[in-house]
T-cell receptor
Framework: GENVEQHPSTLSVQEGDSAVIKCTYS??????FPWYKQELGKRPQLIID?????GEKKDQRIAVTLNKTAKHFSLHITETQPEDSAVYFC????????????FGTGTRLQVTL | DGGITQSPKYLFRKEGQNVTLSCEQN?????MYWYRQDPGQGLRLIYY???????QKGDIAEGYSVSREKKESFPLTVTSAQKNPTAFYLC????????????FGPGTRLTVT
C-alpha cells in the first residue's frame, strides 16, 4: 500500500519568514495530494490540495508543489503569522473510488514573534 | 463547522468494555471514514464505507467494528480486543466516491483505563 513520509516533524520560524514542509510517497498511482491544518484539539481542515496533472498551486500565502517523477510534494507558507502555528499533515490518495487517504505523520509548526 | 458531528467529545471506559462512538452527517455524503490519531503517528484509517450496507477495512481494523445502516450514520465500536484503544478518533466524509476532499468531524477522545 501507500506510504507517506513527512519532514520535518517540528519546525520553528520567526514571524514573517517562510516555512517549507516536505512529503514523499511510494505509490506511483497516487494522484491527489491534500494538505490539512490541525489546531490543538480541533479537527483537521483542508488548506490546499493538488492533483497529479498540476505541478504547482497557490492560494494567497500558501503554495504546494508536486514532483511526480521524484514522488514528492511540498507545502510552502510565506510571510508566516502566529495563527499559522498548528500541526500540518500531508496525504496521498491513489486512483480509486473511495478517496482513501494515507497521511504523513505531521509537522508541528511554531511561528514565534 | 457544521455537517459532521461526533459524540461524545470525551469518553472514558474501563478495560474490557466495548464502546461505540457516534458519527452523523447531514451533508448527504456517500462515503464515510474512521481514523485514529495518536501523537506522532498522524491519522490512520480504521474503516471506510462507500455506500450504505457496505464497508471495508482500513489499515488498522483489528479490534474495531462498524456498521452503515443509514447514509448519515457510521458508528464505530471499539471492542475489548483492541489492545491499545486510548486515542483521538476522527470521522470524515466525502460527497461521493469520485470526490477527494474529506470533511472531518470534531473528534472523540477515548480514554480506557
Amino acid at each position: 500500500g501507500e506510504n507517506v513520509e513527512q519532514h520535518p516533524s517540528t519546525l520553528s520560524v520567526q514571524e514573517g519568514d517562510s516555512a517549507v514542509i516536505k512529503c514523499t510517497y511510494s505509490d506511483s498511482a497516487s494522484n491527489y495530494f491534500p494538505w490539512y491544518k490541525q489546531e490543538l484539539g480541533k479537527r483537521p481542515q483542508l488548506i490546499i490540495d493538488i492533483r497529479s496533472n498540476v505541478g504547482e498551486k497557490k492560494d494567497q500565502r500558501i503554495a504546494v508543489t508536486l514532483n511526480k517523477t521524484a514522488k514528492h510534494f511540498s507545502l510552502h507558507i510565506t510571510e508566516t503569522q502566529p495563527e499559522d502555528s498548528a500541526v500540518y499533515f500531508c496525504a496521498a490518495s491513489p486512483t480509486g473510488t473511495a478517496s482513501k487517504l494515507t497521511f504523513g505523520t505531521g509537522t508541528r509548526l511554531q511561528v514565534t514573534l | 463547522d457544521g455537517g459532521i458531528t461526533q459524540s461524545p467529545k470525551y469518553l472514558f471506559r474501563k478495560e474490557g468494555q466495548n464502546v461505540t462512538l457516534s458519527c452523523e452527517q447531514n451533508l448527504n455524503h456517500d462515503a464515510m471514514y474512521w481514523y485514529r490519531q495518536d501523537p506522532g503517528q498522524g491519522l490512520r484509517l480504521i474503516y471506510y464505507s462507500q455506500i450504505v450496507n457496505d464497508f471495508q477495512k482500513g489499515d488498522i481494523a483489528e479490534g474495531y467494528s462498524v456498521s452503515r445502516e443509514k447514509k448519515e450514520s457510521f458508528p464505530l465500536t471499539v471492542t475489548s480486543a483492541q489492545k491499545n484503544p486510548t486515542a483521538f478518533y476522527l470521522c470524515a466524509s466525502t460527497p461521493n466516491t469520485g470526490a477527494y476532499e474529506q470533511y472531518f468531524g470534531p473528534g472523540t477522545r477515548l480514554t480506557v483505563t
